[in-house]
């Protein structure tokens, strides 16, 4: 049977009434209503036996739609809500970020999420580009192809392949 990862794309509220609200971005209400929704989403995803849960980072959304500058740190938040439910990624924006610092981010998560963390990754922050999953043998590519001469710091390789399945 297939594992089933519930993919989602976190909103601020119905459309004319993030049209009405805009720039919605700066609205604290509205942002703490998603995330509040998003928490008893991943806790029905959780009790229904989904496999995990996924949103993609997406940036400078001030219209309210698929609001995720920062997914590494909602999936870590959202972790803490449920039991057994992987989160995770399937849409870092690799140009968008420091290698180093990026792999480091996944390993850390992966220790909150006590392994229950995978993680994929886009070139460009839009949704024609294919997705590469990132697994064991392709994080180490990922990492050495932005840091030559990695030296003493192969062990972040080893901690990012860790959490990826």
Not at 64 to 91: C, D, F, W
Not at 93 to 98: C, G, R, T
């Amino acid at each position: 049977m297939p594992e089933v990862i519930l993919q989602v794309y976190p909103a601020l509220g119905a459309e004319a009434e993030m049209e009405a609200k805009r720039p919605i971005g700066r609205n604290n209400e509205a942002y703490q209503s998603m995330v509040e929704g998003m928490i008893e989403l991943c806790q029905a995803a959780d009790e229904l036996g989904y496999w995990g849960i996924t949103h993609v980072e997406h940036h400078m959304h001030s219209e309210g739609m698929e609001i995720s500058p920062a997914p590494i740190l909602m999936n870590v938040h959202l972790g803490h809500y449920t039991k057994r439910l992987r989160h995770g990624q399937l849409g870092l924006v690799l140009p968008s970020h420091d290698p180093i610092r990026l792999a480091e981010e996944i390993a850390v998560a992966d220790h909150f999420l006590k392994g229950r963390f995978f993680v994929g990754s886009v070139a460009v922050d839009t949704f024609r580009d294919a997705a590469l999953v990132i697994n064991r043998t392709t994080a180490e590519i990922v990492v050495q192809t932005h840091v030559p001469n990695l030296g003493e710091l192969q062990c972040l390789t080893i901690l990012a392949c860790r959490v990826c399945y």
